[in-house]
């Protein structure tokens, strides 16, 4: 079944609030704009930040406008043969989502073994689950995240070279058969839709990422 101009209304989060502190510890007294490479033995970054995540409640779907009397009204067949059974798709639906309100917390600390030459860094991350395990879908990911981060910087000159890890574990989710709440969209009646998103979910990432700086 394919359909043209299908419209689809999507809610994002519109606001947010963030927190932090830092403290340095100095090498010698601050005369200019500090640099913490050459100014300070290490430092230690703690952030929260509070999402709106709730304003994601549903997607909005409009798929077409026709009557199942319209020769042209889409039709989703379940099988190659003529006689197959088939069904209509509703002319609007709506993709559950039913997110609640995040906090995430990040922490890591820059040591400079070599004051303004060689820098190490390690710090972890933690975000709070938006969806709940329901209407778990494979389009976006807002389950629990922990990161854990590492990096190094090399300065030489005016240049400084930089190289970053991250690894990233996603909490794993399991929507039990029968408890799926995004329903299936070939039923006339929504009523009679089944869940089309139950299963596990799981996830990781490897982050590595470079940069070089210079200044002029």
């Not at 709106?52 to 099988?79: C, E």
């Not at 090399?154 to 799926?180: D, E, N, P, W």
């Amino acid at each position: 079944c394919y359909i043209d101009g299908v419209r689809l209304q999507v809610p994002f989060p519109t606001m947010e609030a963030t927190f932090g502190a830092r403290y340095g510890l100095p090498r010698r007294p601050r005369e200019r704009v500090l640099d913490p490479m050459n100014d300070e033995y290490f430092d230690v970054e703690v952030d929260a930040a509070w999402t709106q995540t709730s304003k994601v409640q549903d997607f909005k779907v409009t798929l077409h406008d026709k009557l199942v009397t319209d020769p042209d009204v889409p039709r989703i067949q379940f099988a190659n043969a003529e006689d197959a059974t088939s069904s209509y798709p509703r002319q609007t639906t709506s993709v559950p989502k039913r997110w609640r309100d995040t906090w995430s917390v990040r922490a890591g600390t820059d040591i400079n073994l070599v004051p303004g030459v060689f820098t190490v860094r390690g710090g972890f991350s933690f975000t709070q689950r938006a969806t709940p395990v329901e209407y778990m879908n494979i389009d976006y990911w807002p389950v629990q995240k922990l990161g854990i981060h590492a990096g190094a910087t090399y300065a030489f000159g005016r240049f400084k070279i930089s190289a970053a890890y991250a690894r990233l574990i996603y909490q794993t989710i399991k929507v039990q058969v029968g408890t799926g709440g995004v329903k299936d969209i070939a039923s006339l009646q929504e009523a009679q839709s089944t869940g089309v998103n139950e299963g596990r979910f799981t996830a990781s990432q490897n982050v590595f990422s470079f940069q070089l700086n210079t200044g002029f």
